[in-house]
DNA sequence: ACTATGCCCTGGGTGC
DNA sequence: TGCACCCAGGGCATAG
């Protein structure tokens, strides 16, 4: 599922390809119409038609391309959306839900097996993201940031890691890294940690995402890089997926539990 | 104000 | 082999 670290590598894989360059066509396929939340889908391909991008930024899981009438394009690829670059004879593809045609004739497929991605055409971000907190790799998000979120909330810590108005674009995965790497038991009351305890939290947050940017993404099933490729850093998961496993830390062994209704895994020996 | 649950969607896995 | 069922989960709507 497309995390901070898989929506980085794609921006960083299609941006060279699309700023600067004009949309030429967009196609949104039968069935794959309820993508466009903001306009309807015929609405949608009206407005990024004749549109020049100027730039793609990230904020959190959120892809936003910058268009030249001020306006923003943003894109949620939820769990198993894909941007990919590709060569204008392209056929479809068996997921792909749209594709938009650049006037350099390098084509964006918009592939998502599940259909669950979102596409919101705005004039202010925040109408697309509501309510979205910092980016986790943005100056705000600061110890004192989450120690003082994290004491306003009676909630697992690791519900308050996904909640994306804490910090945004912590998924399931890095939120079992995260809490693993800290040593916390993700079923720890938010409120109930120390200070030096938020202090590790913090730090094991942007170490496991740096971790994962830097080996293109983690892929268990679907993520796909800008380039259609699986991303290298399951081979860096300590607990995701693993019960059943012995610990890397101690002789203990990888559970899974059911934490507000997400799969969760953690070591129970060593996470307390 | 808060927290918990169901929904959207499709493929893969399991049990009979 | 086939079929029914469950699970995966990001963000939103709704319920309590």
């Known amino acids: 599922m ?28 039968k069935g794959a119409e309820r993508l466009a939340i903001s306009h309807t889908a015929s609405e949608m391909i009206r407005e990024l038609v004749g549109r020049r991008i100027t730039n793609l930024e990230r904020h959190g899981k959120y892809l936003l391309f910058l268009l030249d009438d001020n306006r923003t394009w943003v894109v949620h690829l939820r769990m198993t959306g894909a941007l990919i670059i590709s060569k204008p004879i392209s056929p479809k593809q ?8 650049l006037d350099n004739d390098n084509v964006l497929l918009f592939d998502d097996m599940r259909k669950f991605g979102t596409w919101h055409i705005v004039k202010n971000i925040i109408d697309a ?22 004491s306003q909330r009676k909630i697992p810590v690791k519900s308050a890691l996904l909640d994306q108005k804490i910090v945004a674009g912590i998924g399931n995965i890095y939120a079992d890294e995260a809490c693993f790497d800290a040593g916390i038991n993700p079923n720890r009351s938010s409120n109930d940690l120390s200070l030096h305890k938020v202090k590790l939290l913090h730090g094991s947050i942007l170490s496991v995402l740096d971790l994962a940017l830097g080996n293109g993404g983690t892929t268990f099933s679907n993520y796909r890089d800008g380039y259609g490729r699986a991303g290298n850093n399951s081979i860096n998961a300590k607990v995701f997926r693993r019960e059943g496993f012995e610990c890397s830390r101690c002789d203990g062994t990888i559970v899974k539990i059911k934490l507000g209704g997400r799969g969760t895994h953690y070591c129970p020996s060593c996470q307390k």
């Open 2 to 29: 497309p995390e901070l670290p898989e929506v980085e590598t794609t921006r960083r894989h299609i941006a060279p390809y699309l700023i600067n360059n004009e949309i030429k066509d967009v196609l949104i396929y």
């Open 94 to 101: 068996k997921y792909e839900r749209a594709r938009i045609i």
């Open 129 to 150: 993201m509501p309510k979205i907190g910092p980016d986790a790799y943005s100056s705000e998000f600061t110890v004192q940031w989450l120690l003082e979120k994290l």
